[in-house]
């Protein structure tokens, strides 16, 4: 994943970054708080969209869709992506 820009906050609930970004080739990409994830599960998430649990790196958010590098897309399944807890 290569991020171009980065607009992000980290959020006053969960202390984790919430905002967006713009990754090279999937564009603006939400990035979820651990809040946001947890309100999301009754809403749904936007696709393709990302989550920093640790506060060090971006990761796909599990059950999202993007594009790679090679220009295929690839989906991350549940059991495959980091929990945002």
Not at 19 to 45: D, M
Request: charged fraction near 25%.
């Amino acid at each position: 994943m290569k991020v171009e820009q980065i607009n992000i906050d980290l959020c006053n609930k969960c202390n984790r970054w919430k905002g967006n970004v713009e990754e090279k080739y999937n564009g603006t990409v939400p990035v979820y708080c651990a809040c946001a994830v947890a309100k999301s599960r009754n809403n749904g998430t936007i696709s393709p969209s990302m989550i920093c649990p640790k506060r060090d790196k971006f990761y796909w958010t599990p059950i999202s869709e993007h594009i790679e590098e090679d220009g295929k897309c690839c989906h991350t399944p549940h059991f495959a992506g980091p929990s945002p807890f």
